[in-house]
């Protein structure tokens, strides 16, 4: 059981590693801009959010 479980999850890791290790790059070098405008963009969204998520949260609680 030992055996086959270490060969068996390096195989899986293994074509998604490929695959996350450009996409990690290419992701990191796209978001540094993005993720300033999204800062100053996430706290002024982030608040009307949180009410209304509350609000959503009692309505479902209610039916």
Same mark, same amino acid.
């Given at each position: 059981?030992?055996? $086959?479980? +270490? *060969?068996? #999850? !390096?195989?899986?890791?293994?074509? &998604?590693?490929? /695959?996350? @290790? =450009? %996409? ?6 796209? $978001?540094? +801009? *993005?993720? #300033? !405008?999204?800062?100053?963009?996430? &706290?002024?969204? /982030?608040? @009307? =959010? %949180? ?13």
């Amino acid at each position: 059981m030992s055996l $086959p479980t +270490p *060969p068996v #999850m !390096l195989s899986a890791p293994d074509p &998604p590693s490929s /695959v996350s @290790l =450009p %996409a990690s790059p290419v992701s990191v070098s796209s $978001p540094p +801009p *993005p993720r #300033m !405008l999204l800062s100053a963009a996430l &706290p002024r969204p /982030v608040k @009307l =959010p %949180a009410p209304v998520y509350c609000k959503f949260s009692k309505s479902v609680s209610s039916v």
